[in-house]
């Protein structure tokens, strides 16, 4: 569960240190006190983007950290191990910076981190409900998208939808060599020859190299002789020749040396240097041997440099890239080749169509028993929700063929009133029905799912009365197996709470900030007075609020 949550410098908050307890929170506040500010710090530590500048004015970065408690058979602890991050004993710290430019940097366990992996570890540690979910369950993928997600089969969605693209891509491929035999013929030929003509050339980075040092001592033999002579001249003939020199000095220092033994040192190098002028020159003398001028295989070097770097114009790239061309162009030529099969390419298409087949039909039978089941407890949900006589079916239409998604649409469909017939959820309910409804497949969903931590955005906006007090006691209820926080504007649902926070709006040296406070027994009868009866607390709504959370107004 969520055990702390740190917030500095984001969008109204200046520093909050919140502890958080077991059960069911509210979170309460007047209109625009900052009250989903909490749940935005919450998404973005999950991995949502930070779409809007999201740094408190003045300020050059936000900083957002949230401390996690895991069970021991907890998923995201064994997706912790999968993905080498470290957590503490049974806690994990996912920490988030975003500077004002919406750059950002995250950690999960003191180890850096991408959004993507903080999206999959959020999604196993909270379920976020939003205050919008309501309005999206109007589009039909929505609806699909949710209750795949209730039936837990994502996985298999998106094995269908691959098979699908495999499918449909082998579906063109036939089109096009049924269509453009013609222009894939020109191109086949096309890149036949240059498989050949490479093929012919035979190119090796390390033969290449070689032609190239071997080109350069023929085109350059007779200044190669010339200066191998005048080198030997230098180093062994007349009085000027360097071992003449070194003689002369080790004769000069040898008689010196009798004076002083410390010229020993000296005397041995000039000695060693001596030795190694009669090496080179000795070498020197073997290279000039072995030179030759060789016109013809000069101009068989000039005849292979001549048509590597032909073929590298041509084809507009380095020497050394032509092996890679002649692979990439083998390939193309193998594809072509299977293209321009019809009976071949028909073949793959129908063995795509099949396995797609296949994947679908499971997932068709794998949604049935969910949908039928998830009617039923959505048609119980509506009736303690002051729908009583409605229905709700999710109804699986099929298609002749399957769709990147199944052979089904996913629709959502009610009866608000008794006698009603069922018709799309998008065209029959009212703003109230649909956030009815949404709730109570919302609240559904989260009891079967086993994320610890469950959040609900005002997901209460559109209901009132008798209804906010089942609601309130339907989030109590999933508060004894799982933590809850719920944002609300009702008193009904706040009083329900396990315990609960204020969320409040002050000006702080000039700028607005937005401060937390937790709840005490007194403290929540004027909170709840204040939700009952707005700006003027009375006697009356301060008994109602008592009454409300359990106890009884004194006389």
């Known amino acids: 569960m969520l055990e702390r949550l740190f917030i500095r410098d984001f969008i109204l908050v200046d520093q909050l240190e919140l502890d958080f307890s077991a059960g069911f929170g509210a979170l309460t506040g007047e209109t625009g006190a900052g009250k989903s500010i909490l749940v935005d710090a919450l998404g973005l530590l999950l991995g949502a983007r930070a779409d809007a500048p999201v740094v408190r ?7 957002l950290s949230a401390e996690f408690v895991l069970a021991p058979d907890s998923p ?4 912790l191990v999968a993905q080498d991050f470290e957590c503490d004993g049974d806690r994990v710290i996912v920490r988030r910076v975003i500077d004002s430019g919406s750059r950002s940097r995250a950690w999960i366990g003191g180890v850096p981190a991408g959004i993507a992996q903080l999206r999959e570890l959020g999604g196993l540690l909270v379920d976020v409900h939003g205050q919008h979910a309501h309005q999206a369950l109007m589009r039909e993928s929505a609806q699909r998208e949710l209750f795949d997600q209730h039936a837990g089969l994502q996985a298999e969605v998106t094995e269908v939808t691959k098979l699908y693209r495999e499918w449909q891509a082998r579906e063109q491929a036939l089109l096009r060599a049924v269509q453009d035999s013609d ?3 020109r191109e086949r030929e096309r890149v036949q020859w240059r498989v050949e003509e490479l093929t012919t050339l035979a190119f090796e ?3 290449w190299a070689a032609l190239q040092q071997e080109h350069s001592r023929l085109a350059h033999v007779t200044q190669l002789l010339e200066g ?6 230098l180093l062994e003939d007349g009085e000027v020749a360097l071992d003449a020199q070194l003689a002369h000095i080790a004769a000069v220092l040898g008689r010196l040396q009798g004076f002083d033994a410390a010229l020993g040192e000296c005397c041995s190098l000039i000695d060693s240097a001596s030795a190694q002028v009669g090496e080179a020159a000795r070498a020197l003398r073997a290279y000039a041997h072995r030179l030759d001028a060789d016109p013809a295989a000069l101009a068989r070097a000039d005849d292979r440099i001549a048509a590597v770097l032909g073929a590298a114009r041509k084809y507009r790239c380095e020497p050394d890239d032509l092996p890679a061309l002649l692979a990439d162009s083998q390939l193309q030529l193998d594809r072509l080749a299977a293209d321009a099969d019809p009976a071949r390419l028909e073949q793959a298409r129908d063995e795509a169509r099949t396995a797609c087949l296949h994947a679908a039909t499971h997932l068709s039978s794998a949604r049935k028993p969910v949908a039928a089941r998830l009617s039923t407890e959505v048609t119980a949900a509506m009736a303690e929700l002051a729908m009583q006589g409605g229905r709700f079916e999710v109804a699986l239409q099929p298609l002749a063929e399957p769709s990147a998604t199944g052979l089904e649409e996913i629709e959502f469909r009610v009866s608000a009133n008794p006698g009603q017939p069922l018709a799309p959820l998008a065209k029959v309910a009212s703003g109230g029905e649909l956030s009815r409804i949404g709730l109570a497949i919302q609240v559904i969903a989260s009891a079967r799912s086993g994320t610890p931590t469950l959040v609900f955005d005002e997901v209460d906006v559109g209901i009132g009365g008798r ?3 089942v609601v309130g006691r339907q989030l109590a209820r999933l508060g004894k197996a799982r933590q809850v926080l719920c944002v609300t504007h009702l008193p009904q649902v706040a009083a329900r709470a396990d315990w609960q926070w204020s969320i409040a709006k002050r000006s702080q040296a000039g700028q607005t900030v937005s401060t937390v406070s937790a709840l005490d027994a ?13 700006e003027v607390i009375t006697d009356t709504t301060r008994a109602h609020a008592k009454e409300m959370l359990g106890e009884r107004p004194a006389g």
């Open 57 to 63: 004015l003045g300020r050059e970065r936000a900083e």
């Open 76 to 79: 995201a602890r064994d997706w």
């Open 183 to 185: 222009a894939a013929l």
């Open 205 to 207: 980075p390390a033969a």
């Open 228 to 233: 191998s002579a005048e080198a030997l001249a």
């Open 467 to 469: 209804v906010a007090e």
């Open 522 to 534: 007194a403290a929540r009868i004027e909170e709840i007075a204040r939700m009952l009866g707005g």
